[in-house]
């Protein structure tokens, strides 16, 4: 039940920003004043790195790399007039290239506008615009998007089929910071074979977003591709919607660029104050820290209660745990930070899982964002003095009161509507928060070496699938899994190889089990 002392927490606690619209809620989240005392000596410097960041800190040493997407949005903040430059012509040729492709001047060759825009990338360089284009994609866009974002064949043929008979009029974003991430250069490569298949000139068709002199980028500039939007360095993928990465297909869907970039440029003005209650990037990292003891014991279950935002929980899984999901801290000692994150949509999820958010183990919390517009005009009554939306903000209510009434912790962040203004500012919110944070628990929040780790035990595997392949070649007769790892001098990684092998076979590449499939020990493969 609510009480006289909740309501004056609720008030004490309540941040709202009068110029965005923005409330952040972190009333129901349990700390005390010892806590808040605790903290902030660490949230002072927490507030001091993130000025050394914006002036132009090395902030990932890993790479020797600035951090720098604030400047993105205030390119008069940029640490070097060089900066500030290639901030500023790199939006006006976004806006220069949007606006000729959708006047028709620049075309395919034999019809008279491009009608679509295939987007080809991964991790940071798909969920941004991903959730971009859910959340403000134009009911009559100039532009239909379609993404490929994973190196699934099964999945890329669906993409195509989709865009069908369109390919001759589809402009495709090759996004890539280096151009050697495998994912999208085999989207590439596949769009490329489709291209061909049905005679059309994929260069002439081709943008690629990417670092200058990057293998990408030559790539574009040797086969003649329409053009080459740059990608800072100083930019991570995770950071990168409001970079060139999420700019241009949100300019050519008809999204207005400049309202998202001013709601990020005025959420950070505010989240540079080194305040806690007039910081509201500040709460979101206190609230964090101590619902999970500064260690990340609980997860965030991210419930957007607008269909629009379905696709926020996703963007800020790679946001956060990519940033706070870290083996070792700055000096170098073993601590394993990170905060997990899912998430659906409200209220689908009163018929999903908020069961066990209420009833079941207490390892999470919640974070709630609310829009309070329900949508532009009014809303016919589905009962008497009740609209759809009133019942999607009883639910949103109801479900926050039944949790806090079960001792589980949320967070409530309204915004007044979805529209690139608010989107641009949400995104801010939450950048600052997870630096914020790293600060907080000591860990670099602008490296990802687990990734890196990934990427390069899948090149293993690729170059021991050649190396099996040439031996099957060589040999002629069958070998037993054994005998062909012994020869690859591989003889620990047999697993590994009948993997690899099953793979190949079930995709009639050439590979032949001999033998009891149910028991792979026993098996013995040749190449046809």
């Known amino acids: 039940m609510e009480s006289k002392a909740l309501w004056q927490r609720y008030i004490d606690w309540l941040y709202y920003h009068e110029g965005l619209g923005f409330y952040v809620d972190i009333s129901r989240i349990k700390f005390d004043d010892s806590f808040v005392e605790t903290i902030k000596p660490k949230l002072e410097k927490a507030f001091q790195d993130m000025d050394a960041l914006e002036k132009g800190a090395i902030a990932n040493p890993d790479e020797n790399r600035m951090v720098g997407h604030y400047w993105l949005r205030d390119a008069d903040i940029a640490p070097t007039p060089e900066i500030k430059q290639e901030i500023v012509q790199t939006l006006e040729q976004i806006e220069t290239f949007a ?38 994609g134009l009911d009559d866009p100039p532009m239909e998007i379609h993404f490929i974002d994973n190196t699934d064949p099964a999945g890329i043929d669906r993409v195509l089929h989709k865009l069908g008979d369109r390919l001759n009029s589809t402009l495709v974003i090759v996004i890539s910071k280096s151009g050697g991430t495998p994912e999208p250069r085999n989207g590439m490569m596949e769009v490329k074979a489709a ?26 500039k040797s086969e003649g591709w329409i053009d080459v939007i740059p990608m800072a360095d100083w930019v991570g993928g995770r950071t990168s919607e409001l970079s060139s990465v999420g700019l241009l297909p949100a300019a050519l869907q008809g999204i207005d660029i400049r309202a998202m970039l001013a709601g990020a440029k005025e959420m950070d003005a505010v989240t540079r104050k080194h305040e806690i209650k007039g910081n509201p990037s500040a709460l979101l990292a206190l609230s964090w820290y101590a619902v999970g003891n500064g260690h990340g014991e609980k997860d965030m279950v991210v419930l957007p209660y607008k269909d629009s935002l379905l696709l926020f929980s ?39 899982y908020v069961q066990q958010l209420r009833d079941g183990v207490s390892n999470f919390f919640v974070t709630f964002i609310e829009v309070l517009e329900d949508r532009q005009g009014t809303s016919p009554e589905v009962e008497a003095g009740v609209t759809a939306g009133d019942y999607l903000s009883g639910f949103l209510q109801g479900t926050r009161q039944a949790l806090y009434e079960n001792e589980r912790d949320s967070i409530t962040v309204t915004i007044p509507k979805v529209n690139p203004y608010n989107v641009g500012a949400l995104i801010a919110l939450y950048e600052r928060a997870v630096g914020f944070y790293g600060s907080l628990v000591n860990i670099n929040a602008y490296h990802q070496p687990g990734v890196e780790a990934g990427k390069k035990a899948a090149a293993t595997v690729l170059e021991l699938q050649q190396q099996v392949i040439n031996i099957l070649k060589q040999e002629g007769t069958p070998l037993s899994l054994e005998e062909l790892a012994e020869k690859a001098g591989a003889a620990d990684k047999i697993e590994t190889i009948y993997k690899i092998l099953r793979h190949l076979a079930t995709n009639q590449e050439g590979i032949v089990f001999h033998g009891n499939l149910g028991q792979p020990a026993s098996l013995a493969v040749s190449y046809t």
Do not use: C, W
């Open 99 to 136: 606006k000729k492709v959708h006047s028709g001047e620049i075309k395919p060759a034999n019809v008279p506008k491009f009608t679509d825009i295939l987007s080809i990338g991964i991790g940071g360089s798909a969920l941004g615009p991903q959730f971009v284009a859910e959340a403000l």
């Open 195 to 220: 291209f061909a298949s049905k005679n059309l000139n994929f260069a002439s068709q081709a943008v690629a977003t990417t670092t200058p002199n990057s293998k990408l980028g030559q790539i574009a």
């Open 314 to 352: 996703r963007y800020l899984q790679q946001l956060v745990m990519e940033s706070l999901g870290k083996e070792k801290d700055l000096d170098g000692n073993v601590v394993n930070q990170g905060i997990a994150v899912y998430g659906n949509k409200g209220s689908t999820d009163q018929h999903a």
